[in-house]
């Protein structure tokens, strides 16, 4: 779920048909419709202000941010409803990247002070879950001893372990106002390089040892490969992500009356399941749940 600050708000996005940013009072719709499906879990992006954003993402850690008002809000109204926060700079920066920049270089440590922060202001405000999608080196075991350390142990780490420089996330970049990011490499240098199946091995080695309890492949479709093999190596939960660019592809040849739009979405969420995926996050969930609750599957 994508939010907006306002009320009574909500925002198409024009390169994902049929998804919309929300305000806060409208979200709490959104969750009541989860519910009532029996979606159990939420993810919650923000899109902010420009002017809320700079360099270096200080709202990011704003206990008073966007994002910890709704989580606050949703808690009060849904209190069982598991919420996923996202640690990551990019909503929250003027140069679209995850981390802080100088001289053109992220600066993988001074980045990871930050994501602690944040991490700690998510939780503070009553997230279940923190879900680390940088992919600087280290955050995790920095983020885990921080929560243990402030009487946040119970806290759950879903780190996005193998996160590749995708071609597929264009609408998210969207969703979330992420600017047209700086330099010619993009997210490479930190991200993974989609031709490479034994760095994801390595990656989700580290994180674990560091304290992640559950396993992030993204994107899904591209990558079932690594969503297997990650099942089948680690005993910890691999969640698989079914991102932007692979949600609007297939809406795209939907609305053109190219293919079947139920049997086109059900068959690509079982060939994620298939590969292994204990969980999965898609924007398709509302109609997938629907689909489940009228055959009983």
Known sequence: LFVIDGRNKTQSIKTMPGVERYSIDNILIQCEI????????????????????????????????????????????FPELIIICDVALDPYTSHGHDGI????????????????????????????????????????????????????????????????ASAFYGPFRDAVGAKKLSGESGKATYQMDPRNKSEAIAEVSLDIEEGADILMVKPAMPYLDIVRQISDTFD??????????????????????????????????????????????????????????????
């Open 34 to 77: 989860a519910t009532t499906l029996g979606i159990h879990m939420i993810a919650l992006f923000p899109k902010i202000e420009d002017d809320k954003r700079d360099t270096h993402g200080i709202e990011a850690h704003n206990e008073n941010n966007l994002i910890c008002r709704c989580v606050k809000e949703i808690k009060k109204h």
């Open 236 to 297: 910890v939960p691999c969640f698989a992500y079914q991102v932007s660019g692979e949600y609007s592809m297939l809406v795209a040849a939907i609305h053109n009356g190219w293919l079947s739009e139920e049997d086109a979405i059900f068959e690509s969420i079982f060939g994620i399941k298939r590969a292994g995926a204990s969980a999965i996050f898609t924007y398709f969930a509302p109609i997938i749940a629907k689909k489940l609750i009228k055959t009983h599957i």
């Open 101 to 164: 920049i100088e001289d053109g270089v992220i600066l993988n440590d001074k980045t990871n002070d930050i994501l602690v922060k944040q991490a700690m202001t998510l939780a503070a405000a009553g997230c279940d879950i923190i879900a680390p999608s940088d992919m600087m080196d280290g955050r995790i075991g920095k983020i885990r001893n921080a929560l243990e350390k402030n009487d946040f142990s119970d806290i759950i780490i879903l780190s996005y372990a193998a996160k590749y």
